[in-house]
């Protein structure tokens, strides 16, 4: 699937969304960190994780944070609070994740994506909890598609190197063959996983096989499934197969995960891991299609 074509079925599938819901719908563009975290918990506005709070990045912005040190398992409930508060009932969101981020959102649409969730008034308290609506339930959340800048879901060879910290609970987390066998990557509850696979990568080029952004490779980036990594390329580079576009497999036939397509691949090697507190590296081409396509 091309990019022209994703935005294309976005568009309709969020015009069909808000018809059948009528006028009162509200839609929000929940963003999800990664490693290191940096927003306050609990504090949607607070974007010092991704850049200033002004920048355009979807109708109705909120900042998902964690703490991007722990346990998947351990902070996943910030990001349940979240998804509660703006995407049941008659309320839709798009969401938009970096990194282990990628991780946070598929954990819980595999394991909580199909249990009864309270419908919210979309009023948070300080703590990013928000109060039932009326008293009734839905199954899973409104959720119209997931951006996903410079993935981890598949995990990184720095963690299985140890070239970050190991202490940290996350980066056990990180490990290719653990983020691969934590949940089912397949079941995204039917939601489209948008993937932006970044490969500016130079520090780390020794550790991260085929093209990386400097803290994952293609095979994490691009949703292709599988146990553990693999190497993947850009078209240009003869020594491994080609990351393809769109939800087909790989040059060389590995499969990627169920609703993963690949809509941004760097062939020009421009786009790094990270933000540099100013939507910066791949990130940037989430945010700007966030801006133009979550309304």
Partial sequence: MRRWTGSVLKGAAALAALTALGATATNYSLWINGRTGGGQLGNYADFAYWGPSSTAAGVNKKSVNWDGYNHVSDQSYLVRNALDCYCTGANWCYIAVHSAGNLMIGY?????????????????????????????????????????????????????????????????????????AMYNHNNTRGKMFYMYAGAKGTL??????????????????????????????????WFCNDLTLGTGATEGGHAKWTNHSVVFRDDSESYNHYTNGNWGGVVSKVRADMALNAQ
Avoid at 108 to 126: F, M, Q, W
Avoid at 209 to 219: N, R, S, T
Avoid at 225 to 234: I, Q, R, T, V
């Fill in 108 to 180: 819980n649409l595999d394991l909580y994506g199909g249990s009864a969730r309270y419908k919210k008034t979309p009023v948070p308290n300080a703590a990013g909890e928000c109060t039932n609506s009326d008293g009734s339930t839905q199954t899973g959340w409104n959720i119209k598609w997931v951006d996903v800048a410079a993935g981890a879901a598949g995990g990184s060879e720095l963690s299985d190197a140890g070239s970050w910290t190991t202490s940290e609970p996350l980066v056990q987390d990180l490990k290719t063959t653990t983020a691969r």
């Fill in 204 to 237: 780390y080029s020794g550790i991260l096989p085929g093209q990386d952004d400097e803290a994952v490779a293609y095979h994490s980036s691009g949703g292709v499934a599988g146990s553990s990594g693999g190497s993947y390329c850009n078209p240009s580079d």
